[in-house]
């Protein structure tokens, strides 16, 4: 079962998030955001359950204190993860644990039905991943770095990238009308360091007390 109280930890050592963005954008109101729509939203993207909640968990909850929705794609559970526990019982575990820390932060969770250790660049991936891009109409996107030594983690920074230009291309008949976001952020992890410079920094303390 979920440690909350060590998630909240993990998140508590979030007290300012780096973060590495493909296109430059300002900070607003300490938040990432570069427009203003109707409305706000956040999309993080994680090749496991737990990948983006312990890197960028704060940040957004930090987006949903100034008034935007927070949303978590999980492209695979990481059943494949621990040491004795067996691949469904721990699928189990992390479906429970993400639907808990997605509670705890305040996003809306999304569970793609791809396998742990299985992730790569196929159509089927991205075009799941374009559903939720196109349903939930982000802003700002957040997801791993490309140099990893995980490759799910490379995997889904590629995913990612594809998948926005799917979504933001209205020529692509799939899951209704094009949408395209303001920019992508890739958390800094420490599974995914070669070639990771931060230069943009979210205080989160706010969020955090």
Not at 5 to 33: D, I
Not at 158 to 174: C, E
Not at 184 to 200: G, K, M, Q, R, S
């Amino acid at each position: 079962m979920l440690k909350l109280q060590n998630f909240m930890n993990a998140l508590v050592s979030q007290k300012v998030v780096a973060l590495q963005l493909w296109k430059r954008r300002l900070l607003c109101n300490a938040v990432l955001v570069d427009a203003m729509p109707d409305k706000q939203t956040i999309l993080a993207i994680g090749a496991h359950a737990a990948d983006v909640e312990l890197t960028a968990g704060a940040v957004l909850m930090k987006h949903i204190a100034a008034g935007w929705e927070a949303h978590i794609a999980h492209i695979s559970l990481g059943e494949k993860g621990h040491p004795t526990l067996g691949v469904d019982a721990y699928a189990q575990q992390k479906r429970f644990e993400a639907e808990k820390a997605a509670q705890l932060i305040g996003a809306r969770a999304h569970f793609l039905p791809f396998r742990d250790g299985e992730i790569e660049l196929t159509w089927d991936i991205v075009e799941a991943l374009v559903g939720v891009i196109r349903e939930v109409k982000p802003c700002v996107v957040v997801t791993h770095w490309r140099e990893s030594i995980h490759p799910d983690h490379t995997a889904t920074y590629h995913l990612t990238r594809k998948a926005l230009f799917v979504a933001g291309n209205p020529h692509f008949s799939l899951h209704g009308p094009a949408h395209s976001v303001s920019g992508i952020y890739f958390a800094e992890n420490w599974e995914d360091p070669d070639e990771f410079e931060p230069y943009v920094y979210v205080d989160v303390s706010d969020v955090m007390k």
